[in-house]
């Protein structure tokens, strides 16, 4: 809330102002779809806005009940902690999709101008009464734009920073990647030849095996590495999302954790890499179920629009720390116990390559972490 009472300050919002806008509430809202339906035709207007926002006319639809929300909210409060926070996630989903930050200070200008329109029809701006209320509206428009263009430029740059890192990253992994791979080469020989020579060893087999199971995991490790920095061309097919999350969990390992799956999606099939597919669902399902243990329970569900399909990974578990949550899907970055924090930066990777994305909240259901990837069912490419 500091951020919210410092712009408070500086604008001069009040307790008074809180008391007008709630007066006018009444007296607007029924204006609410006109303001509404002006903002996206002005907004779908601009080529780069309607692809950013445009995914069929559900999505739109789905973006026009949240702005009659985010209308009320502005005139009925309570302007709190969560109040600021929903104004936050408006800027990080502008970063999210890559929308110019200019487009939302001409989106938030087109709500003001036709509020202030409204307004004028419905009061006596001449009064003291109209003009405070006037005020009052610019007042808590402006506290709302700053905070969304604040948040737009600290996610702006933590995602500049984040792919600085990965550009090192990168080249580190391109280096020293490949040359690894000879001298691990040199011991699985090594170990092959020992192992004939120590058939009749028991000790000795046992320690031949453990050096060979750390060898694999090591040349696995390397592997994801190089994937995460390889370009290679997708092996698209047609892929049916519900069996492919029926045999992703096959291979998971629940350990006491219980998983249900709810298939909303009425048997969608989308153009994919089935391995990379495959691989998105085993790694969110095998995080979830270790953020579960000992006997919690992780949730898949499954649905569909008419551009794409959602996965979505919920567990419940403790959830992820704000600190760790800007940089979870980088490389090397993990809060588990073992692991070394690969999974989740491949399954962004693989997601993007596909032309989908994945976000990240806490799941009002179970409590933890949640994880939505969205992708399309047709064969488009990030």
Do not use: C
């Not at 009464?129 to 933590?158: F, P």
């Not at 040359?179 to 192992?195: A, C, H, M, W």
């Amino acid at each position: 809330m500091k951020l919210f009472s410092e712009l408070q300050r500086y604008v001069g919002f009040t307790v008074d102002d809180e008391r007008r806008l709630k007066v006018v509430h009444p007296l607007l809202s029924p204006h609410f779809q006109d303001v509404v339906e002006r903002f996206y035709e002005r907004v779908l207007q601009h080529d780069d806005a309607r692809a950013a926002l445009q995914r069929g006319e559900r999505q739109v639809g789905h973006l026009k009940v949240t702005l009659t929300q985010w209308l009320h909210e502005l005139f009925e409060g309570p302007w709190d902690d969560a109040y600021v926070r929903r104004r936050e996630r408006i800027g990080r989903v502008h970063v999210l999709i890559n929308l110019p930050q200019h487009f939302m200070v001409t989106a938030m200008n087109v709500v003001r101008l036709t509020l202030r329109e409204h307004l004028s029809n419905t009061l006596d701006e001449a009064s003291d009464e109209g003009r405070a209320s006037r005020d009052a509206l610019q007042r808590i428009l402006d506290i709302d734009l700053a905070i969304m263009l604040h948040t737009y430029r600290e996610d702006l740059e933590a995602r500049n920073a984040r792919a600085e890192r990965l550009a090192t990253f990168g080249q580190l992994v391109g280096s020293i990647g490949h040359e690894l791979r000879n001298p691990l080469g040199v011991i699985e020989t090594s170990l092959y030849v020992l192992k004939g020579n120590a058939a009749g060893d028991a000790k000795a087999q046992r320690h031949l095996e453990r050096i060979s199971q750390q060898v694999g995991l090591a040349n696995d490790i390397i592997t994801q590495l190089l994937e995460l920095i390889r370009d290679r061309p997708l092996a698209r097919q047609r892929v049916e999302l519900a069996p492919t999350v029926a045999s992703a969990l096959d291979s998971v390992k629940l350990e006491g954790v219980t998983v249900s799956v709810d298939d909303g999606a009425g048997g969608a099939a989308l153009q994919a890499d089935p391995t990379q597919l495959r691989q998105i669902v085993i790694n969110l399902v095998d995080n979830a179920v270790q953020a579960a243990q000992p006997a919690g329970q992780v949730r898949v569900k499954l649905s569909r629009d008419e551009q794409g399909v959602t996965l979505e990974v919920a567990d419940s578990g403790a959830g992820i720390s704000p600190e760790v949550k800007n940089r979870l899907f980088e490389p090397l970055v993990t809060t588990r116990t073992r692991g070394v924090g690969l999974g989740l930066a491949l399954v962004k990777r693989m997601v993007e390559r596909h032309g989908g994305r994945i976000e990240v909240g806490r799941s009002d259901e179970l409590g933890g972490a949640r994880f939505t990837v969205w992708l399309p069912t047709t064969g488009a490419t990030a």
